[in-house]
Nanobody, 125 residues
Framework: DVQLQASGGGSVQVGGSLKLSCAVS????????MGWFRQAPGKEREGLAC?????????YYADSVKGRFTATRDNGKNTMYLQMDRVKPDDAAVYYC?????????????????WGQGTQVTVSS
């Protein structure tokens, strides 16, 4: 089985940076497509980024974070990261990492098989 644990959340000022991590336990991390999601109070879950399992694959971003957030993975460490830069007030949410085995990246949560517990990000002005 695969288990995911997100960490690194906390308080960040508007315009600041924060880096989230998602540690994955289990086998064959490099076979899983990985994704970052978030959910703010009263809002639907939003897919932010999808990191393909192949090292030469392209990472996909939601328009809301494109150019500000960078998602990467280190298959040697079984870990995925989300570098958050130029943070905005609307970025405040609980952030989740997720994984699934598939052929193509997806920002649709229904495709993902495994989920981490979430890490809270608050944004202060």
């Amino acid at each position: 089985d695969v288990q995911l644990q997100a960490s690194g959340g906390g308080s960040v000022q508007v315009g600041g940076s924060l880096k989230l991590s998602c540690a994955v336990s289990g086998h064959s991390f490099d076979e899983y497509i990985m994704g970052w999601f978030r959910q703010a109070p009263g809002k639907e879950r939003e897919g932010l980024a999808c990191v393909p399992s192949r090292s030469d694959g392209k990472t996909y971003y939601a328009d809301s974070v494109k150019g500000r957030f960078t998602a990467t993975r280190d298959n040697g460490k079984n870990t995925m990261y989300l570098q958050m830069d130029r943070v905005k007030p609307d970025d405040a949410a609980v952030y989740y990492c997720a994984a699934f085995r598939g052929l193509y990246c997806s920002n649709y949560g229904g495709h993902y098989e495994y989920w981490g517990q979430g890490t809270q990000v608050t944004v202060s002005s």
